[in-house]
Structure formats: structure tokens, C-alpha cells
């Protein structure tokens, strides 16, 4: 399973942009890339995945390179209620590997007034 | 999207003891895992639960101390056994439907 490295942590300010950035250097063809956000006391969330170039939803965008080996999370205009742990994680969406995911160490954003 | 539900949603237990998880999904899956999450860490994958088979254990965790049950597609249970202090964590409960979602999570606290 291809391991990931992103920022342990960031500071941000109400209403700016966050960019946190993925390193997955050894993904695979199969893997998709999948972002989720976890607040204290609550199981993660699912945010956004992609397979490569950008994908956009209502919450957020994510980037991917042709190469793949890296993504990044755009967060626009963040709020207090932004602040958590934000965690990128690469597999196999088709099974193949049990299907499961593997988290790294994720990165703690704090967004401040 | 899965809801999922945990029970108990926080537990304080005597060393030596067992504790239950019972884990409630709104809908048929196939798939089912559970995490461990140590105070202030990452979520580390105990087992995956899949209906029909016995459970694959990660490295690290063995049966014998984290025995699971599955006995339908929207039910799993996960028992913590022998508690230490050292099992304090959270443990959660995840399925994959069409992208993998979890439950909220149990907070145990073993004195």
C-alpha cells in the first residue's frame, strides 16, 4: 500500500484559501487518492477523492499531477469550524487489496479568527 | 452514504475486563473494518470483517485479544479483551460502499 507524508500541522486565518499537499510517491495504478476530515470526539469524514487531474465539489477541490505522486486538498475561504485533522490516504478502490485504507499521520489545521 | 451507529458510545472499564462494540449499519455491506485511534494518534486498522468469513487481523492484533463477530451484513461486534490501561483508545467502526465511512466512534478508558 503506498504511503503517504503531508505537513503535520498548519495555521491558517478565517476566510483565506488552505492548500495541504500529499506525498504519494509509490502510488499505484489502481489507487484512487481519498481526503477525509475528523473533528475531535467524531469518527473521520469523507471529503473528496480523485484518480487525477482536479475534481471539485461543494466542499472542497482537489489537485492531482499526471505523475500522481503527489495531491493537494484546496480548502477556499476556511472558517473556524474548519479546524481539524485533515488525512489523505491512497488505495484500491476496486478491492483488489482488501479494500482498506491506511492512514498516515494526517495534518492538524487551525484556523483562527 | 452508510449511517452507522456504535454502542456504547463511551465506556470506563477495570483492567482485566472485556469490553463489547456493537456496530449498526443502516444498509447491506460486504465490507466492514475496524480502527484503533490512541489518544492524540492516527487511525490504525485492527481487522477487517467481512459477512461469511473469519475476520483478517492486521499485524499487531490477534484474535485472541480482539475476537469479532459478523454475523449479518448490517451488524458487527468487536470485543476488546484482558483490558490494560494500555488499550485506552477509540475504537471505530467503517464500511465501503461506494467510498468508506465510520461510525463515531467508541471512547474507552481502561482504569
Known amino acids: 500500500l503506498a504511503k503517504t507524508t503531508q505537513p503535520i500541522s498548519m495555521d491558517s486565518y478565517e476566510g483565506q484559501e488552505v492548500n495541504i499537499t500529499c506525498s504519494h510517491n509509490n502510488i499505484a495504478t489502481n489507487d484512487y487518492i481519498t481526503w477525509y476530515q475528523q473533528f475531535p470526539s467524531q469518527g473521520p469524514r469523507f471529503i473528496i477523492q480523485g484518480y487525477k487531474t482536479k475534481v471539485t465539489n461543494e466542499v472542497a477541490s482537489l489537485f492531482i499531477p499526471a505523475d500522481r505522486k503527489s495531491s493537494t486538498l484546496s480548502l477556499p475561504r476556511v472558517s473556524l469550524s474548519d479546524t481539524a485533522v485533515y488525512y489523505c490516504l491512497v488505495g484500491d478502490l476496486f478491492y483488489n487489496q482488501g479494500g482498506k485504507l491506511i492512514f498516515g499521520q494526517g495534518t492538524e489545521l487551525s484556523v483562527k479568527p | 452514504s452508510a449511517v452507522i451507529s456504535q454502542k456504547p458510545s463511551r465506556d470506563i472499564c477495570q483492567r482485566g475486563t472485556s469490553l463489547t462494540i456493537q456496530c449498526q449499519v443502516d444498509s447491506q455491506v460486504t465490507m466492514m473494518f475496524w480502527y484503533r485511534q490512541q489518544p492524540g494518534q492516527s487511525l490504525t486498522l485492527i481487522a477487517t470483517a467481512n459477512q461469511g468469513s473469519e475476520a483478517t487481523y492486521e499485524s499487531g492484533f490477534v484474535i485472541d485479544k480482539f475476537p469479532i463477530s459478523r454475523p449479518n451484513l448490517t451488524f458487527s461486534t468487536l470485543t476488546v479483551s484482558n483490558l490494560s490501561p494500555e488499550d485506552s483508545s477509540i475504537y471505530l467502526c467503517?464500511?465501503?460502499?461506494?467510498?468508506?465511512?465510520f461510525g463515531p466512534g467508541t471512547r474507552l478508558l481502561v482504569l
Open positions: 467503517s464500511v465501503k460502499q461506494e467510498t468508506q465511512y
